[in-house]
């Protein structure tokens, strides 16, 4: 299971992030500041290979207590998701799923007319599937 989500603005703005273990929050927001330097960098290698770049980016970087992996939506919204290392369970298809599910819930986002782009997210529905990916029962 992951321990933080979240979602970053192309501009590198926090929209959403949450977190497992408040007591470790501060320390998932280094990492995930950390790896937008990694997309980043991703992002711009890949944009010179080819017309085409797949949207999940893969482990972004790995340290001794998490596994930090990195998604990045054709307009430019980041996905985040660290997972902790001792989870050996984690199959390669899994973060995929997690961010399948995330992206579809943010497309749900997008679609509510209500909803102003690039400001906080703060969709009920949204927060559930969060929570479903931080294995947080309502």
């Known amino acids: 299971m992951a321990v933080c989500v979240a979602v970053v603005g192309k501009e590198n703005?926090?929209?959403?992030?949450?977190?497992?273990?408040?007591?470790?929050?501060?320390?998932?927001?280094?990492?995930?500041?950390?790896s937008?330097?990694?997309?980043e960098e991703k992002m711009s290698n890949s944009n010179k290979g080819s017309d085409h770049r797949d949207l999940y980016l893969g482990p972004l970087y790995a340290t001794e207590h998490q596994r930090v992996f990195g998604y990045v939506t054709n307009t430019r919204v980041k996905f985040?998701?660290?997972?902790?290392?001792?989870?050996?369970?984690?199959?390669?298809?899994?973060?995929?799923q997690m961010f399948r599910k995330l992206h579809i819930a943010y497309t749900n986002v997008m679609s509510n007319p209500f909803y102003t782009p690039t400001t906080k997210i703060s969709s009920k529905k949204f927060s559930a599937v969060v929570n479903?990916?931080?294995?947080?029962?309502?």
Not at 36 to 39: E, M, P, Q, R
């Open 13 to 34: 703005s926090p929209l959403f992030i949450s977190c497992v273990n408040p007591d470790q929050e501060l320390g998932y927001h280094y990492s995930l500041h950390t």
């Open 36 to 39: 937008l330097d990694v997309i």
């Open 80 to 96: 985040i998701i660290i997972v902790d290392s001792s989870n050996t369970n984690l199959r390669d298809n899994e973060p995929r």
């Open 132 to 138: 479903g990916i931080l294995g947080i029962k309502d």
